[in-house]
C-alpha cells in the first residue's frame, strides 16, 4: 500500500486540506485524515481528467488546414485533408502518431481517454481493421487507460456511398462490425484497457443498423457514443432523409439513457434535447475543437439546467489541454451569452460544475470508475504544483477557479493511472 498527503486534495467539489490517501493496487483503499507531515508538500491532489472523445490519429493534422485559400472554410473542408490523412499512414505510423498523442495527454493531467475509433483499415480492400490494435498498443505504451470506441460506419453520407479515404473506415454489415468489437475486446490488456460501441453519426450508418448496434451495446453492457448534430447541413440532410432532426430519430429508436453519449449536440433544437435529457442521456462537447472547426456554440445552460451531465473532450487533438477545454466551456459561453458566470452550481460556482466535466462525468460515460478521489475508485490521480503561475497567493477557497481559468498545463506535475505514476514509469524506461 503507498500513502500520499498532498497539501490540498481535491474532495466533495474543493479542495481540502488535512487529507490522506491510501492505494492498494491499482484502487484508492481509503481516504482519512492525515495522520503526518505532507508527503508532497506545496501540491494538490486532484482525480485524472477523463478525456471522453478522442481522435488520436487527427493529431497528424495539427497545423494542417489552417491557411484557407478560399473565402469559405468550413468542417467539411477539413474533412478533405482528414480523408487525405488517412490514406496515408501504415498501422506502424498510426500506433507511433497515437503514442504522441496518448502520451501528450498524460503529461496534461488526463489519464483516461475515450478513444472514439474509426480508423480501422490498412488496406480498404481487405478490410483488415489492423488499426485498432495499433491504437491499442500505443495506449499500452504510453499508460493510459483506454476506452476504445469501436465505430461503426458504412455510409459517405444519408444514402451515399463510401468513397476515397472514408474506405479505411468501412465496418461493412452488422455481423462484421461485431466481429471486429469482440477481436478489439480480445487484444485489451483488462488492467487498463476496455471497449465500447459507436454509431459514428446517423449520417454514416443508417437508422436500422443503428438500432442494432444500440441493441448489441446493451446486450453487452457497453456504453454508446455517436457525433451528432455538430452542423448545420447534417440536420438539414436527416430532415430530408428521415423528415426529422437525428436527435429525434436518437429519442424514437435508439432507447437514450445514462449509457449513451452524444458527442457535440452543437445545433439541437431545445425540445429535442429536453427529450433526450429526460432519459438520463449525456453529452459531451469539444470547445476547442468546435472553436477550431466553426461549429458554433452548443446550449451548454440548457443541458445544464436539464441536468445532462456533460463531459469534455479533445476531439481532434489540434490542442490537448483539459483546463483549455475547461476554460472555452465557461468563456465561449460568456461571449456569446454576454454575461459571466454559466457552469453554475447550487452555490454560484463554475469551478465545482467544470471539474466535473473533466473527470466524473466523463468517466460515468465512458463506464470506468474514476474521476473522484473516493474509496473504491480507480487510483487515476494528478499532482498540481501550488506555487506555479502565482497560485502562492490564491486564497484556497479560490484556488480551484484560478487554476481553472487562469492557469497553465505547466502546473501539472505528474499524473497516475491505476497507482502507476508517469514519472516512475518513465524511469523505468
Known amino acids: 500500500m503507498s500513502v500520499i498527503r498532498p497539501e490540498l486534495t481535491w474532495l466533495g467539489g474543493a479542495f481540502r486540506d488535512g487529507a490522506q490517501v491510501h492505494i492498494e493496487g491499482d484502487r484508492i483503499a481509503a481516504v482519512v485524515p492525515a495522520d503526518d507531515e505532507p508527503t508532497h508538500p506545496g501540491m494538490a491532489l486532484l482525480p485524472g481528467f477523463v478525456n471522453a472523445h478522442s481522435h488520436a ?3 497528424d493534422l495539427r497545423g494542417r488546414g489552417e491557411v484557407f485559400p478560399s473565402s469559405v472554410e468550413s468542417f467539411w473542408t477539413w474533412r478533405e485533408a482528414m480523408y487525405e490523412l488517412v490514406e496515408s499512414r501504415s498501422p506502424d505510423e498510426v500506433a507511433e502518431i497515437a503514442w504522441r498523442c496518448f502520451m501528450e495527454m498524460r503529461g496534461v493531467g488526463i489519464t483516461s481517454v475515450g478513444e472514439f475509433h474509426y480508423l480501422h483499415h490498412a488496406d480498404p480492400e481487405a478490410r483488415d481493421f489492423a488499426m485498432d490494435a495499433a491504437v491499442l498498443e500505443a495506449a499500452q505504451m504510453a499508460g493510459i487507460r483506454i476506452v476504445l470506441l469501436q465505430a461503426a460506419y458504412t455510409h459517405g453520407g444519408f444514402g451515399s456511398p463510401l468513397s476515397g479515404g472514408q474506405r479505411h473506415f468501412d465496418t461493412g454489415d452488422l455481423d462484421t462490425w461485431v466481429a471486429s468489437l469482440e477481436a ?10 476496455s471497449v ?7 449520417r454514416a450508418v443508417d437508422i436500422e443498423q443503428a438500432v442494432a448496434i444500440r441493441a448489441e451495446a446493451s446486450r453487452r453492457g457497453m456504453v454508446l457514443h455517436a457525433h451528432l448534430e455538430e452542423q448545420p447541413a447534417e440536420i438539414e440532410a436527416c430532415r430530408e432523409a428521415h423528415g426529422c432532426t437525428p436527435m429525434h430519430l436518437v429519442n424514437t429508436r435508439l432507447s437514450p439513457g445514462s449509457d449513451m453519449t452524444l458527442v457535440h449536440c452543437t445545433h439541437t433544437d431545445g425540445a429535442d434535447m429536453a427529450a433526450y435529457a429526460a432519459s438520463g442521456g449525456r453529452v459531451c462537447l469539444c470547445p476547442l475543437t468546435e472553436a477550431n472547426l466553426g461549429d458554433g456554440i452548443s446550449d451548454l445552460p440548457g443541458m445544464l439546467a436539464g441536468g445532462v451531465e456533460v463531459s469534455l473532450g479533445t476531439d481532434s487533438n489540434a490542442r490537448i489541454s483539459m483546463l483549455e477545454e475547461m476554460r472555452m466551456a465557461e468563456l465561449g459561453q460568456r461571449l456569446s451569452l454576454q454575461r459571466r458566470g454559466v457552469c453554475l452550481d447550487a452555490q454560484g460556482r463554475v469551478d465545482a460544475t467544470l471539474m466535473d466535466m473533466a473527470t466524473v462525468n466523463g468517466a460515468g460515460g465512458l463506464g470506468l470508475d474514476a474521476g473522484v478521489i473516493a474509496p473504491g475508485m480507480l487510483a487515476d490521480l494528478q499532482l498540481v504544483d501550488l506555487d506555479c503561475g502565482g497560485l502562492a497567493s490564491v486564497d484556497q477557497d479560490d484556488l480551484g477557479a484560478a487554476i481553472i481559468l487562469g492557469s497553465g498545463d ?3 506535475v505528474d499524473s497516475c493511472v491505476g497507482g502507476v505514476w508517469l514519472s516512475e514509469m518513465c524511469e523505468a524506461l
Do not use: P, Y
Open 196 to 202: 465500447g460501441a459507436v454509431v459514428h453519426s446517423l
Open 184 to 193: 478489439a475486446q480480445r487484444a485489451c490488456d483488462a488492467q487498463t484497457q
Open 410 to 412: 505547466d502546473l501539472i
Open 57 to 59: 490519429f487527427q493529431l
